[in-house]
């Protein structure tokens, strides 16, 4: 056995292999599903990333359910809940954007996004940061949280709707498949000229859009524009 602190004691550290933890797995799951996919991600398939045992991946994480759980709150870990200072507007438009950024560097992560519940400490922050922000420009309780859900759709629903095979978000031009001439004149005349809309282009139309609202909405209900 090597002396603590010799060369040879610290080459021994530096070649063993940390024991397991959530926080492992939960980093071994995110590498496969960001590498292979969503098909890939199975208990068995993160053990051979571990270079272990599946068995050994059940002691700390009961099955396949629990592990997608963890893949998505080591995403929204990602998340900076930390906004910066500056009024309401920009607040917002920083925390939305961070938000989608996470979820684009994972876009396999797309599918667990409506079927995956959100309760961790990673995700409860992110929404922490988001209520305080409306918190701190004066929204009501209820409408803080109400805007800090409507954010978090657009972010989300755009991430999927990102991850698809088919993006809707593109608008192709001379794309009627089917359609007989002159039966959709409105949509042939803006077909004929129209250049593809890119997804971060419209993203931010529609951040723009709902945060219009909110602000309507905050002026309606306390006579006043948000701080």
Not at 57 to 68: G, K, P, S
Not at 99 to 110: E, G, K, N, S
Not at 206 to 227: C, I, N, Q
Request: overall charge negative; some cysteine.
């Amino acid at each position: 056995m090597s002396a603590p602190g010799s060369a040879e004691w610290w080459t021994d550290l530096a070649g063993e292999r940390p024991k397991l933890s959530r926080d492992l797995i939960a980093e071994a799951a995110l590498r496969v599903l960001d590498g292979e996919g969503l098909d890939a991600l199975t208990m068995r398939r993160v053990a051979a990333e571990l270079d272990t045992a599946a068995a050994a991946l059940y002691r700390h994480v009961e099955n396949r359910d629990a592990l997608l759980v963890l893949v998505v709150e080591k995403v929204l870990g990602e998340v900076d809940p930390a906004v910066p200072p500056g009024g309401w507007r920009e607040r917002a438009e920083w925390f939305a954007r961070g938000f989608r950024a996470a979820l684009t560097r994972h876009p396999a992560i797309a599918p667990l996004l409506v079927s995956v519940p959100t309760l961790g400490p990673n995700a409860l922050k992110a929404f922490e940061g988001g209520l305080r922000v409306a918190a701190e420009a004066g929204f009501p309780d209820e409408l803080a949280v109400a805007s800090c859900q409507a954010i978090a759709f657009v972010v989300r629903g755009f991430a999927v709707l990102q991850a698809g095979d088919i993006d809707p978000l593109v608008v192709a031009a001379g794309s009627l498949g089917g359609v007989a001439p002159g039966a959709l004149p409105k949509v042939e005349a803006f077909s004929a000229d129209a250049q593809p809309t890119q997804a971060d282009e419209l993203f931010e139309f529609v951040l723009a859009s709902v945060l219009d609202g909110l602000a309507a909405r905050f002026l309606a209900v306390t006579g006043r524009e948000p701080g």
